[in-house]
């Protein structure tokens, strides 16, 4: 019960902490049949709520590391949650080999029942955009099942791919590809021949399936130059119509051609670093957001004018919700960096106070409102008004940041032309020098 009244309140609270959470694949999850989910883990415990309460149709029990389950606190609400404990070999515990075998039992029964069991085989969380090599566990488990059940369950496997644009902040957005489930069944033969050899290869195998799903950088260097390329020249890769999963396989298609290039012409490279890191030190200097200069908008008087007054009208209605809603915000970042300097855990943390906090600071705002005024009416504006200034406080608090850059750009274009078509004509270059790239790289 609890897990299905509290699983309503998170798909909310998902929908007002993602500004958009798109999914590719859907029709690829099996309905009834066992099945094992297994995700690249990037963010702790945002992923398996993503996986659990977004993607996935049914009740799902989930593999967690043992270390968690340390207070009563901890187990009585994980196990509330269908979570599994499974110790790792840095974990310091009691009987560990014991305990993971209890779990696998445990594992083996839920899934011999027809039961959809989540993983993540990585075995821990770090938010970068990487695949870290996959444990054995996932595929010991996956065999292990089927063996007890002559290979007759019928169990598969089924990879997800999770891909934020930013893990740790609010109002960001996630895009979830999920590729084609298959049969542990098909390892059947390898593994009553060479059950260690059988583990080996399914693990290999997962392994290509979820690296197939996600962004995969080198290092933070190559991620840097990747996101840069995004940004400048996303628009015209979009364009091509082979590309279906847009952010992710446009990403991907980046990451290979660089690849393919500092092989065969890392000079060519080298080119293109060195010209995207001096336009984007310049345009920092100067104060210039990149989407401006990419729209190569002429700000006049008058729309300049029209936003100040955007700023000004709507600053009352900013404070307004600020009023109503940076305390129940607040509230829960400051939780996050207190209970974890880790910022895998910032998102999730915050997401899951603000369950609390936000409810009870409306009830407060209830509860005052009714001394006010103890009428109707007042509760149903306020039921209005809270939730509707608080988005507005998104809206116009990014505007209010871009503004620098706004003000910036049209100080330069009513009295540095030659700068502006300077950053014109070097993003204008640098795209020259990317689609030149992708002729050769096609």
Known sequence: MLYFVLSIVIRIALKIFFQKITIHGKENIPSTQPLIVMGNHPNTFMDPILAALVILPRQVHFLANGSIFKTAAARAVLNQFNTIPVY?????????????????????????????????????????????????????????????????????????????????????????NIGQAFDVKDYQEHYQRDPVGAVNA??????????????????????DLVRKIELIYKKQISEDSRIK?????????????????????????????????????????????DYLIEKSEKIGTEKLIRYILYLISGFPVYVTGLLFNYIPFI???????????????????????????????????????????????????????????????LQYYKRLRNSRSTFAYYRIFKKEKNALQWFSQQRQEIITLLESAQHQYR
């Open 202 to 223: 399914l693990t290999q195998e997962i392994q290509k399936r979820l690296a197939e799903l996600i962004v995969i950088t080198e290092d933070k260097e190559a991620d």
């Open 331 to 393: 509230i829960p970042s400051k939780i996050a960096r207190w209970i974890s300097s880790d910022e895998e855990y910032r998102a999730p943390i915050m997401m899951t106070a603000g369950i609390f906090t936000f409810p009870l600071y409306y009830t407060l705002m209830y509860i005052l409102g009714w001394q006010v005024a103890p009428t109707p009416y007042t509760l149903l504006a306020l039921t209005v008004i809270m939730p509707l200034t608080g988005f507005f406080v």
């Open 88 to 176: 790792r070999k840095q974990d310091v515990t009691d009987k560990r080999d014991e305990k993971n075998l209890s779990a696998f039992q445990k594992c083996f029964e839920f899934l011999t029942g027809g039961g959809i069991l989540l993983v993540f085989p990585e075995g821990n969380s770090i938010n970068e955009r990487k695949l870290r090599p996959i444990k054995t566990g996932t595929a010991r488990i996956a065999l292990g099942a089927e063996h007890q059940q002559d290979f007759k369950l019928p169990l598969k496997l089924l990879p997800i791919g999770l891909n934020y644009s930013n893990p740790t902040r609010f109002r960001e957005s996630v895009e979830i």
């Open 245 to 289: 999963n847009l952010n992710v396989n446009l990403t991907q298609n980046i990451v290979k051609a660089l690849h393919y290039f500092q092989d065969t012409n890392p000079k060519l490279v080298r080119e293109v670093k060195e010209k995207i890191d001096n336009y984007f030190a310049t345009i920092k200097e100067f104060k210039v957001s």
